[in-house]
């Protein structure tokens, strides 16, 4: 038989560590990385290190109103990269690169 040891059951602490290396990793690829493909990824996998955190707390205290959070965040998410990429194109077909320290050229 295959059963699962209850005893083995997964803590929260390991959610919380999991998704601290998730936003740290994010955040240093924010701050070191200079490709806009990239940037925007580490964004994403912020967003998502938060999203793992509320889904888990959810879960843990059995309340589902976190959930609610993360469908939103899921949708800002979506939104950003859409909006994120569409800048990211016009912006190569103008520059031919796709570098962040062309977006200093833009204030006007």
Do not use: H, W
């Not at 959610?15 to 070191?32: D, E, K, P, Q």
């Not at 059995?62 to 016009?90: H, P, R, Y």
């Amino acid at each position: 038989m295959n059963s699962v040891d209850p005893t083995f059951a997964t803590s929260i602490d390991f959610y919380v560590i999991l998704a601290s290396i998730l936003f740290v990793i994010g955040a240093f690829g924010v701050l070191i990385r200079r490709n806009m493909i990239v940037l925007l990824m580490c964004i994403e996998l912020m967003l998502n290190a938060v999203n793992l955190l509320l889904v888990a707390f959810s879960t843990y205290y059995g309340k589902g109103d976190a959930q609610i959070f993360v469908f939103f965040i899921i949708v800002v998410a979506a939104a950003e990269a859409t909006i994120g990429l569409s800048i990211l194109i016009m912006a190569y077909r103008n520059n031919k690169a796709t570098d962040a320290g062309l977006f200093k050229n833009l204030n006007g």
